[in-house]
């Protein structure tokens, strides 16, 4: 089991930017593939990045493409999502999470963090 917690959100403008940060403890998290996911009011959950165990292949939904950027810290446990230019669409509560493959297929993430909210406003 990995325990997960992000941090690093907030309130910003359009085109700003914001770093967020997942910190793992528990099992290897070097086993993991990483993703993120966010959910904004009254919509469902939607895959934003994953990112494979070594770090070496990513995989972006296409509505951040360009603007996010996913990485990983095997040393430091720690999965990462920079991003750019945000947009008042990308408000939504972000998730990690850890799965068993680097896909967009939400069910294949099993281990879960509690959220970090990001409010962009127009």
């Known amino acids: 089991q990995l325990q997960l917690e992000e941090s690093g959100g907030g309130l910003v403008q359009a085109g700003d930017s914001l770093r967020l940060s997942c910190a793992a403890s528990?099992?290897?998290?070097?086993?993991?593939?990483m993703g993120w996911l966010r959910q904004a009011p009254g919509k469902a959950r939607e895959f934003v990045a994953a990112i494979g165990r070594t770090g070496g292949n990513t995989v972006y939904t296409d509505s951040v493409k360009g603007r996010f950027t996913i990485s990983r810290d095997n040393a430091k446990n720690t999965v990462y999502l920079q991003m750019n230019s945000l947009k008042p669409e990308d408000t939504a509560v972000y998730y990690c999470?850890?799965?068993?493959?680097?896909?967009?297929?939400?069910?294949?993430?099993?281990?879960w963090g509690q959220g970090t909210q990001v409010t962009v406003s127009s």
């Open positions: 999470a850890g799965g068993v493959a680097l896909t967009s297929v939400i069910r294949t993430y099993s281990q």
């Open positions: 528990g099992r290897a998290f070097s086993i993991y593939v």
